[in-house]
């Protein structure tokens, strides 16, 4: 079936990287974006980025300032988001998500905690 | 970047009765180009990801019952629900995909 599965939760401290994996099923990876949104506690979803699944191209949220990084391996029709300088701000749900043809998001995976602590 | 405010924040219905969420954005998400808004919905039910209802304002996704719409243009957009049924309890959230970055509203929760 159609179907985002994304990586277990993670626990990191402050100052550390993390990185999440999206692996697609059901349809052609190449075909569509994966995005990364992630949301806290009683907060709005917060859009990270981008990647077109066929060529590879990104595009990031201002608000990271390069701290996140988005790549994909269309062998394993997998997705990975890579958060650098971790701080406890950082915790929350991550989601990766299926984009068509526009930026709206069609197929969210169950989403990725994590826990940034000392 | 596009500021998006819904409204209410929350608001109870009764079962059966009619639901209407406001989103505004901070300027126009129609283009001139296609004349279309870019605009979706988005329904959240606790500890679950969000779910697609609407795209371009007012296109219901494939299996989303039509007791839910979608209008608006320009900055005003509404997401309605006819006749309310329980299972459709949850946080509704805009978003407009004109640009990047791409912005969420801050979520309108309905009750019964």
């Known amino acids: 079936q159609v179907r985002l599965v994304q990586s277990g939760a993670e626990v990191k401290k402050p100052g550390a990287s993390v990185k999440i994996s999206c692996k697609a099923s059901?349809?052609?990876?190449?075909?569509?974006?994966i995005h990364w949104v992630r949301q806290a506690p009683g907060q709005r979803l917060e859009w990270m980025g981008w990647i077109n699944g066929g060529n590879g191209n990104t595009k990031y949220s201002q608000n990271f300032r390069d701290r996140v990084t988005i790549t994909r391996d269309t062998s394993a029709s997998t997705a990975y988001m890579e958060l650098s300088s971790l701080t406890p701000e950082d915790t929350t749900v991550y989601y990766c998500a299926r984009g068509p043809d526009f930026p709206y998001m069609d197929l969210w995976g169950k989403g990725t905690t994590v826990t940034v602590s000392s | 970047d596009i500021v998006m405010t819904q409204s209410p924040d929350s608001l109870a219905v009764s079962l059966g009765e009619r639901a209407s969420i406001n989103c505004k954005s901070s300027?126009?998400?129609?283009?001139?180009?296609?004349?279309?808004?870019?605009l979706a919905w988005y329904q959240q039910k606790p500890g679950q990801p969000p779910k697609l209802l609407i795209s371009?304002?007012?296109t219901r996704e494939s299996g989303v019952p039509d007791r839910f719409s979608g209008s608006g243009s320009g900055t005003d957009f509404t997401l309605t629900i006819s006749s309310l049924q329980a299972e459709d309890v949850a946080v509704y959230y805009c978003q407009q995909y004109y640009t990047t970055p791409l912005t969420f509203g801050g979520g309108t929760k309905v009750e019964i």
């Open positions: 300027r126009s998400i129609l283009s001139s180009s296609n004349h279309q808004n870019y």
């Open positions: 371009w304002t007012s």
């Open positions: 059901g349809y052609t990876f190449s075909n569509h974006a």
